[in-house]
């Protein structure tokens, strides 16, 4: 009993030292991090049985190493002072822009939409789409705690968030309308709170919500007819879409309690069902109470992603807490949204659940830059 108690106190210490910031985005985290490979081992058997030749195991042991190296991304992003990230942001979107381009003529298509940029040796696919969400918002987040006071002009504006936002979710929008829109209004809502005149804001979404949906409606980008084809669906009550009609099935298997660990019967018809609709399988083997458990720890990561403004005084700490936080959530809820059928089908996962390598290991760096700021301030540079 003694050795017990001494193991779990030094574990407790270790923990303390090494793991900084909000312990509630840490435990939610880690807690949902683990318990997506159940659930991804369940709903991918029958992808992995066909597609891998019979090798049940193939999707249970590459999520169990993506979910290990998000949670090491999060670790050493963490360490790092936020304030520091002032010095990269820039950088980092302006290489997203590049890879966006890059991946839009030379890049891999899926599902009619070139998204994926192909690494040599290793044969790995990267989608340059989840790199620009977080560079954008950190770069946004920047730009506007330096005009925090007022002091705009048209030129600026119109020059750096503007125009930024614009360039960034236009490239998104050719091959995935769904994440362009999010993220556009993640940046509209940061731009409002980082106090952007309103008239300005409202002149340029007007623009952009003309101009994308010219877009959809002369099919102009890879990924248009597919957006207008799934918005007629779903706007038209006497047609529900096969994912869709699945995932309701799915979900009424589960009741409220669910048929238990590892026994959905609908993953055998669920489109992919370890990544888009993997919440669906979440409520047919846990049922309501477990769905519903799942959107409260989204819930408990939103308030506490924005309570992390408290530990800063400076505004680019704020402003990258509350962006970053805004954009994995509201992720996740339009995934359960899709799955519920409140929105037209959109392709989005859900944040620490679904299956997918790019998207899992940049949600480790948005967490990890949010318990950065989370810490605190150690430093006495200037303010920005």
Request: aromatic content about 12%.
């Amino acid at each position: 009993m003694d050795g017990f108690q001494k193991v779990r106190e030094e574990t407790q210490a270790w923990f303390s030292r090494n793991l900084k910031g909000d312990p509630w985005i840490w435990g939610i985290c880690i807690g949902m991090l683990l318990s997506s490979i159940v659930v991804v081992y369940s709903a991918s058997v029958k992808d992995a049985y066909s597609v891998k030749q019979g090798n049940t195991e193939y999707y249970l042991f590459k999520h169990t190493v993506l979910c290990f190296l998000s949670l090491l991304i999060m670790f050493f992003v963490h360490r790092i002072p936020y304030i520091k990230f002032v010095y990269v942001t820039r950088m980092a979107v302006w290489s997203s822009i590049l890879l966006l381009i890059f991946a839009m003529f030379f890049g891999r298509s899926v599902n009619e939409a070139s998204r994926w940029i192909e690494i040599p040796i290793i044969g790995q696919r990267f989608q340059p789409s989840e790199w620009a969400k977080v560079a954008l918002i950190a770069h946004l987040s920047l730009i506007l705690a330096r005009h925090i006071k007022g002091g705009w002009n048209t030129r600026e504006l119109f020059m750096e968030p503007l125009a930024l936002v614009g360039v960034v979710c236009g490239l998104i929008f050719t091959s995935n309308v769904s994440t362009a829109f999010m993220l556009a209004g993640i940046c509209f809502l940061l731009m409002f709170v980082g106090k952007v005149p309103i008239h300005y804001l409202l002149f340029t979404a007007m623009g952009l919500v003309f101009f994308a949906g010219v877009a959809i409606l002369l099919n102009s980008t890879q990924r248009s007819n597919t957006a207008q084809n799934r918005i007629s669906s779903f706007l038209d009550k006497d047609v529900v879409v096969y994912q869709s009609q699945q995932s309701y099935m799915a979900m009424a298997r589960g009741g409220l309690y669910g048929e238990g660990v590892a026994k959905s019967r609908q993953r055998r018809f669920l489109p992919e069902p370890q990544k888009d609709f993997i919440f669906a399988v979440v409520v047919e083997e846990y049922g309501t109470l477990g769905g519903t458990a799942l959107m409260i720890l989204y819930l408990i990561l939103l308030f506490r992603g924005l309570k992390a403004i408290e530990a800063t005084k400076r505004p680019f700490g704020g402003l990258l807490s509350a962006g970053l936080t805004f954009v994995v959530v509201s992720q996740a809820f339009s995934a359960m949204a899709v799955t519920v059928g409140l929105v037209p089908v959109t392709g989005q996962t859900l944040p620490f659940f679904s299956q997918g390598g790019t998207s899992l290991l940049f949600t480790g760096v948005a967490m990890g830059m949010i318990l950065s700021v989370s810490r605190g301030e150690k430093m006495d540079e200037q303010k920005i």
